[in-house]
């Protein structure tokens, strides 16, 4: 029951729930969603520019990097927050957390366009 009102919330600021910073739970977890879109475009950006700026045979090491990468984050993003998974502010903290490794991935990614693949 509780993890269907969870998945309720989440559905609902999916649907379009305005984002208001500091506003209601659905309100703040729309914005958590939205913020995680924009990230998440962000890094599908710099992805491309590193792939675009590697040779062809360091390519797809990336590749296996990166989607090892997403499985990795994914996984931790829900394991980290299953614990909250029955309360109303879940999306808010899964999407925050996805946010956090998206960031992180980001440096990894700049040392891959600067510097290239690691040794």
Known sequence: ????????????????????????????????????????????????????????HERPLLRKEQSEWTRHRNTLCKQSQAPFEAQADWPRRYHQCLIQQIRARDDVLKQWLHQGPPP
Do not use: E, W
Request: include cysteine; charged fraction near 10%.
């Open 1 to 56: 029951m509780l993890l269907a009102a969870a998945f309720s919330t989440y559905a609902h600021a999916q649907a379009g729930a305005d984002c208001v910073p500091g506003g209601t739970v659905q309100q703040t977890n729309a914005c958590a969603i939205k913020d995680f879109q924009q990230a998440d475009t962000d890094h599908q950006i710099l992805y491309g520019d590193v792939m675009r700026a590697l040779s062809a």
